[in-house]
């Protein structure tokens, strides 16, 4: 649609314009008109990036839950909400009810402890594989796992510690777990009691060995 009112369209057709008022005419017919900020002659046509929808969000969570099952082999499917005021404790068949009531009582100093305290649910089941993975492989005994007590079962660290022997029941290096002392975290913590290496097997059973030679 032409900008040129009829008025001086019809002046113009009345005569032929000079150039110098043809410069002008057209000049005070595009006052207020800005130019285009971005390119030649173009219309900027780009639009502003859009972060991830729902959807994509949750189809990454579980891309990610997926991956972890495969490299860890523990499971996150849902579990029983545990009361931050009751205490836990598990012994695997095979081990004496003596061993648990020495962990129990703190009989086994820790000799290394684990912090989950305000961690997501899937950075700490990777950070608990690891550390019992390193732990045995490093020949250690007892361990200690931090995660919190929370108010009610509904709080998070009432969730980590419920998903914490979820997991340690699936890992066969552990042999039993508790709730750890008071001086060290009491219900708030957890201590864990690895089985032997197999390299540790081995070095008891040649001590034993050479006493008996």
Known sequence: MSRFSPAMMSAAHARELSSAEADDLFSREMQGVAPLRRGKDRADVTTARKGPSEAQLARREDAQKTLGNELDGLSDSYVEHLSPHDPVEFRRD????????????????????????????????????????????????????????????????????????????????????????????????????????????????????????
């Open 94 to 213: 095979g081990i004496q009810t003596g061993v648990l009531e020495r962990l129990r009582q703190g009989g086994y100093p820790p000799e290394a402890q684990l912090n989950l305290m305000r961690r997501p649910l899937i950075e700490c089941r990777r950070e608990v594989h690891r550390f019992i993975q390193d732990a045995w492989r490093s020949e250690l005994r007892c361990l200690l796992v931090i995660h919190g007590k929370g108010r009610d079962s509904e709080s998070h660290a009432a969730l980590i510690r419920a998903y914490l022997v979820h997991w340690l029941e699936q890992m066969p290096e552990v042999q039993a777990w508790s709730s750890a002392t008071p001086r060290h975290g009491g219900l708030g913590a957890t201590l864990v009691m690895l089985r032997k290496s197999r390299a540790a097997r081995d070095n008891n059973r040649e001590r034993h060995q050479k006493r008996r030679g």
